[in-house]
């Protein structure tokens, strides 16, 4: 026997969930939806809003921002992370907003930001068995008490215009909760009771329930999914958005330069992993380095390359001040002695080198580089690296050379 609380398996709940993309039969799920008092410059209004422990931050809908006539105290930009691993960085105006219970027992102050549209609309409990179930607990509902028509609204009385995250969720819930017999959750706040959980009704609509994401299509990909022109549509709609933005951004930066030669500025993600400085390996490797050439006699002719490339500024110093100030890539390097050759010995630069837990300078252009345009993937195969590093750095225009130093 196993000692302690029982142990429930809510997988063995009935369900007729189906995990196609055709119309399915699901049991409808309340989620925590609460009608609040919200107070504007010159006037108070009614709002149906949400709790979502599942998001970071907390939000008001533009519209009720703008019939609230609520001034901003700044912006701020957040990336967000949606289904299929898509980030998507955005710039949202923060306001300070005064949110009561319709009693007017309990009042307080938020910092949210502004969102076009929260969600879609969400359906109030509507099964009088259940209402009534939540009525003989001493449940008070303002989802339900409260007229509908007292609520902002649009087009639709089940609008949500607030969404109130995981920075507040947890001061405001009381702690008081009770579990009923259908299987709903009532849990108390500061604002008033919520439900949540499974009502028993089942609903009918055409979802898609299992999310497949194909990212950087390759040539041993061919079977997938987007090869065959099938693409879940926010992906479609989120690879659109990136195209149009890359295709501005190309006609925007394009120019030509003195000697007759056309420039553009590389597609930088606004959203990608940060690349480590690689400081530690880079000095390692250097030491290694000259010792070696010390044994061979060589390091005053390996000096004299570097000191050339100064001069003729393929290279430049850069200054401890500004290292502090921005942050940079340390590339590792060796020679390679050829002793037929004009140049006997050459840098070479490791690009592969990395330090545990970080990546490398190689997945600068699947990470960092936005790739993913026709305009690009058709001239992938067109495209190379520059053997001798000081045609690489001539051919640069002045707003790269960061990312080449």
Not at 11 to 36: C, F, G, P, Y
Not at 332 to 354: C, G, L, M, Q, W
Request: one cysteine or more.
């Amino acid at each position: 026997m196993r000692k302690g609380k029982a142990r429930e398996d809510f997988s063995k709940t009935e369900s007729n969930d189906s995990a196609l993309s055709n119309a399915s039969i699901r049991k409808r799920v309340m989620l925590q939806t609460i009608i609040v008092k919200i107070s504007g410059t010159k006037q108070k209004h009614m709002i149906r809003l949400i709790i979502d422990s599942g998001s970071s931050g907390s939000y008001i809908s533009e519209f009720a921002a703008r019939k609230l006539q609520l001034k901003d105290i700044g912006h701020e930009s957040v990336v967000h992370g949606l289904f299929g691993g898509l980030q998507k960085k955005e710039k949202h105006k923060k306001y300070v907003i005064n949110l009561s219970n319709v009693d007017n027992s309990f009042d307080c102050a938020l910092n949210v930001m502004e969102q076009k549209t929260i969600c879609a609309p969400i359906p109030k409990l509507e099964n009088m068995k259940l209402i009534e179930e939540i009525k003989n607990y001493g449940i008070n509902l303002s989802d339900l008490t409260v007229n509908e028509n007292f609520c902002l609204y649009e087009s639709n009385v089940n609008e949500i215009h607030g969404l109130i995250g995981a920075d507040y969720a947890g001061k405001l819930i009381t702690g008081e909760i009770k579990n009923l017999p259908s299987g709903l959750v009532a849990m108390n706040t500061y604002f008033g009771w919520t439900i949540m959980g499974r009502t028993g009704e089942g609903c009918s609509a055409s979802e898609v329930l299992l999310s497949l994401h194909v990212r950087d299509l390759k040539i041993c990909d061919l079977w997938s999914l987007d090869s065959l022109g099938i693409k879940e549509p926010s992906i479609s709609q989120s690879k659109s958005e990136i195209e149009e933005a890359v295709k501005d951004h190309f006609v925007r930066s394009l120019r030509r330069d003195d000697e007759g030669r056309y420039q553009v500025s590389l597609p930088w993600l606004e959203v990608h992993p940060e690349l480590s400085d690689n400081r530690n390996i880079a000095e390692r490797r250097l030491k290694s380095c000259v010792r070696s050439l010390q044994k061979r006699n060589c390091l005053q002719e390996y000096e004299n390359i570097f000191k050339e490339w100064v001069s003729e500024k393929i290279i430049e110093s850069v200054e401890p001040e500004e290292l502090a100030r921005e942050k940079g890539h340390f590339l590792p390097h060796r020679p390679v002695f050829k002793e037929n050759s004009t140049t006997r010995i050459r840098p070479v630069f490791d690009a592969p080198a990395k330090e545990r837990n970080s990546g490398t300078l190689f997945l600068l252009c699947d990470c960092c580089l936005d790739s993913s345009t026709s305009r690009i993937q058709g001239r992938v195969s067109q495209m190379h690296l520059l053997k001798d590093s000081s045609a690489n750095c001539k051919r640069n225009n002045d707003s790269e050379l960061k990312m080449t130093r």
